[in-house]
């Protein structure tokens, strides 16, 4: 397995591998890995010939009140876990040398990046496209690899490679959840015991939503409300959102119908996790 740190020395290694007439697997990660992280590493290797993972955590992403200071940080046990999965480059850029100085372009979304955790949380996704971007030309994938626990971050990045013409497929793996059901991810490290057990209310309200809907509830108002109560029902428990959108569009919906994303934001304590499920509707 090779480490990159520059972008000259990721791009020779890749064009080397191009000359061998690889397919180029890419999965971009902010590192802290989990199993969430090895599926999508282990489906770009059953799909690619060269398999690139990115560790960056990238500084345009984060709010000035959020975790970018904290967020874990763990490379040596991350190289670990990459090596024992036959990565083939690791790359692994300095801020210095991803954004240098006097940085000031940026690549923006304008539509879907509107709603769920956009409208919480202002440039995030100005933040998101501008690295996914920059780390599409350094690596020039194929093919790249994302989870469907991060939905919205997902559709946007296929529009981006839609609407900027990168000859790139996205491929959107399931959620990988822990056995007792919480979706894996990296903030999961945050929690203490009690905030654990609290955690799995966003999964529990998920399946509570899936159920009502599937029962023929069609007020998104009515899913809203209950849910809120059901999640406000811990006390450790701040949510942020509670969104029924177009599983397409993301825009907000008054009646329930067809293809449905049903999407949370909620604060354990100080640790905010996100968790969604789409639920398919039969048309009458």
């Not at 990168?166 to 945050?190: C, H, Q, W």
């Not at 059901?230 to 006390?235: A, D, E, M, R, T």
């Not at 604060?267 to 398919?280: A, C, M, Q």
Request: charged fraction near 30%; aromatic fraction near 8%.
């Amino acid at each position: 397995m090779l480490i990159a740190k520059t972008i000259k020395h990721a791009k020779k290694i890749i064009n080397e591998a191009k000359l061998k007439s690889k397919i180029i697997g890419f999965v971009p990660t902010m590192g802290a890995l989990h199993g969430g992280h090895l599926s999508l590493v282990r489906a770009a290797k059953k799909d690619c010939g060269f398999v690139v993972v990115s560790i960056f955590v990238n500084p345009t992403q984060f709010g000035p009140k959020e975790d970018f200071k904290k967020y874990p940080r763990v490379f040596s046990r991350d190289r670990e876990m990459l090596q024992k999965e036959k990565v083939d480059l690791i790359f692994s850029p300095s801020v210095a040398e991803m954004y240098g100085k006097d940085f000031s372009s940026y690549v923006e979304e304008t539509r879907l990046s509107k709603y769920l955790c956009g409208r919480a949380r202002p440039g995030h996704f100005r933040g998101v496209c501008t690295v996914v971007a920059k780390l599409f030309n350094i690596i020039t994938p194929d093919a790249a690899y994302f989870g469907q626990k991060d939905y919205q971050q997902a559709q946007i990045i296929r529009r981006m490679v839609e609407d900027l013409n990168f000859p790139i497929t996205v491929k959107v793996l399931p959620t990988i959840r822990e056995p007792d059901g919480l979706a894996m991810s990296s903030r999961n490290a945050y929690l203490n015991s009690k905030d654990r057990k609290d955690s799995l209310v966003l999964l529990e309200s998920l399946k509570l939503a899936e159920r009502l809907i599937k029962e023929g509830e069609q007020d998104t108002k009515k899913v809203v409300n209950k849910l809120r109560k059901f999640i406000l029902s811990k006390k450790s428990a701040k949510i942020d959102y509670i969104a029924i959108v177009d599983a397409g569009s993301l825009q907000p919906v008054s009646k329930i119908q067809k293809k449905v994303l049903v999407a949370l934001a909620v604060y354990i304590g100080k640790t905010r996790l996100i968790d969604n499920v789409v639920i398919h509707l039969k048309e009458n």
